[in-house]
């Protein structure tokens, strides 16, 4: 069904009169926005690689590519983080032996906090 759904999802004068947003354009907007409005940044990651090379090159590097790049790596963490999650829940769920000797592990670690 790509024709109805070009007419109901993907309509131009929908999607003018809508304004649809997008969550994790917005969070990567902003924060290179708070970034951008801290120069020079004194943390070096990859955001501030992504700006650096934007300004050396922004024929080549325009903002709309960092905007674009810093969303991908905001998606590939959240998906690294809760593939990692899963895999280790399912593991303590098969493994109880496992799972006891951590709840153990954690025990006697939470006792030694003072």
Same mark, same amino acid.
């Given at each position: 069904?790509?024709?109805?759904?070009r007419?109901?999802?993907?309509?131009?004068?929908?999607? $003018?009169?809508?304004?649809?947003? /997008?969550?994790?354009?917005?969070?990567?907007?902003? $924060?290179?926005?708070?970034?951008?409005?801290?120069?020079? =940044?004194?943390?070096?990651?990859?955001? *501030? $690689? /992504?700006?650096?090379? =934007?300004e *050396?090159n922004?024929?080549?590097i325009?903002?709309?590519?960092?905007?674009?790049?810093?969303m991908?790596?905001i998606?590939?963490?959240?998906?690294?983080?809760?593939?990692?999650?899963?895999?280790?829940? /399912?593991?303590m769920?098969?493994?109880?032996?496992?799972?006891? $000797?951590?709840?153990?592990?954690?025990?006697?670690?939470? *006792?030694?906090?003072?």
């Amino acid at each position: 069904m790509p024709g109805l759904d070009r007419w109901i999802n993907r309509n131009p004068l929908w999607l $003018k009169l809508s304004h649809p947003t /997008y969550p994790l354009a917005d969070l990567a907007v902003s $924060k290179l926005q708070a970034r951008k409005a801290a120069h020079p =940044s004194p943390q070096r990651d990859l955001l *501030q $690689k /992504y700006i650096e090379a =934007s300004e *050396q090159n922004p024929d080549s590097i325009p903002l709309d590519v960092v905007v674009g790049l810093t969303m991908s790596t905001i998606a590939a963490g959240a998906l690294t983080t809760s593939n990692t999650l899963a895999i280790f829940f /399912y593991h303590m769920a098969r493994n109880l032996n496992k799972l006891t $000797k951590l709840e153990k592990s954690l025990m006697m670690l939470w *006792q030694r906090i003072p």
